[in-house]
């Protein structure tokens, strides 16, 4: 649902860097704050197959790479 949400009017199983940075914001604001990976850095990352969106897995990758980086 996330995702849908912030899907502009392309494809609303993705994501774009735009939209990408838009929900990191909303939904994310301690990583999006100062200190924190740039979203282009991010989106690289995670972008493997060099399509330049995030789908649902790409973004649940996200989320449990973020999770594992902040368990002490």
Excluded: R
């Excluded at 990583?31 to 493997?48: C, N, R, S």
């Amino acid at each position: 649902m996330t995702i849908h949400m912030h899907a502009g009017s392309g494809d609303a199983k993705t994501l774009i860097k735009k939209e990408l940075t838009n929900l990191i914001k909303a939904k994310l604001p301690n990583i999006a704050g100062k200190g924190g990976p740039e979203v282009g850095h991010l989106m690289t990352m995670l972008d493997q197959n060099a399509d330049d969106s995030m789908n649902f897995k790409k973004y649940i990758t996200l989320i449990g790479s973020l999770t594992c980086a902040n368990v002490p």
